[in-house]
């Protein structure tokens, strides 16, 4: 539930900056906490991050949707036409992503671009599985897959959440430079928010199968640690970098 409000914040925040000055002509606006996000004369890119910013917010109100039981059980004609339109919006921002941060240059340099793609990869994989299990009808896989390609969507929100924890934590930008949004802390956070995700997912699937008590009770303490941090991440992106900007 934690993740859920975050999230639903999080969508606020990308319609009323991003969708509310795109109707307005007002794209320079888009730059207020975006790297390259408006570049005057780059009209495909424009139009590229400007579908990047719709997809976003597609996802990030769809995704935690799509794996609440209760729609599944109530709703499965939404769940279905709601996972369609993920599963595309996942292609799509990922195809953007991709070229905004090899063509717009992402923030972070090469590091960054680097990390940005190798999630777009782990994106495209887990939705071409998600799809297959679906389609084969073996939906305990299929819901696994499902978690694995949320995780990968979520990996932006996840980034920018842990970046204000660790900015509550320090009350400085310890371990990276603001300016040219480098250093080792960020390299380590990129490897936490893309791939170690997946990671313990496969771990956590695997103990989950094999019936392991402890491994149970060392991930569910682990997830209470995480949602705590999630928890003061949120807080701290929504006063500090979200409602300023609105």
């Known amino acids: 539930m934690v993740v859920v409000i975050g999230q639903l914040i999080f969508a606020y925040y990308i319609i009323r900056l991003y969708g509310a000055s795109g109707l307005q002509g007002n794209l320079e606006q888009w ?3 975006t790297t390259h996000g408006y570049v005057p004369h780059d009209l495909a890119g424009n139009v ?3 579908a990047h910013i719709l997809f976003a917010a597609i996802i990030t109100i769809g995704g935690p949707i799509q794996l ?3 729609i599944r059980a109530i709703a499965p004609r939404f769940h279905r036409i709601n996972g ?3 599963i595309v919006s ?3 921002i990922g195809i953007a992503g991709l070229y ?3 063509i717009r240059e992402a923030a972070g340099g090469l590091t960054g671009s680097i990390f940005i793609s190798i999630n777009g990869l782990i994106i495209f994989i887990c939705a071409v599985y998600t799809i297959r299990f679906a389609v084969q009808r073996k939906l305990a896989t299929h819901q696994q897959w499902a978690i694995r390609l949320f995780l990968a969507m979520s990996g932006v929100w996840f980034f920018r959440v842990f970046l204000m924890l660790w900015l509550v934590i320090h009350q400085a930008p310890v371990g990276f430079d603001p300016e040219t949004f480098t250093g080792p802390f960020l390299n380590f956070l990129y490897i936490f928010v893309y791939i170690l995700p997946q990671v ?3 771990i956590y699937f695997k103990a989950k199968s094999a019936n392991l008590p402890r491994f149970h009770f060392a991930a569910s303490f682990s997830l209470i640690v995480l949602t705590m941090g999630i928890l003061v991440g949120i807080f701290a992106a929504t ?4 409602l300023p900007v609105l």
């Open 239 to 242: 006063i500090g970098m979200w």
């Open 100 to 102: 905004l941060a090899w």
């Open 200 to 202: 313990f997912a496969q």
């Open 31 to 33: 730059n207020a906490q």
């Open 84 to 86: 369609r339109v993920y």
């Open 68 to 70: 609440l039981p209760k």
């Open 90 to 92: 996942a292609f799509l």
């Open 48 to 50: 590229i991050f400007g």
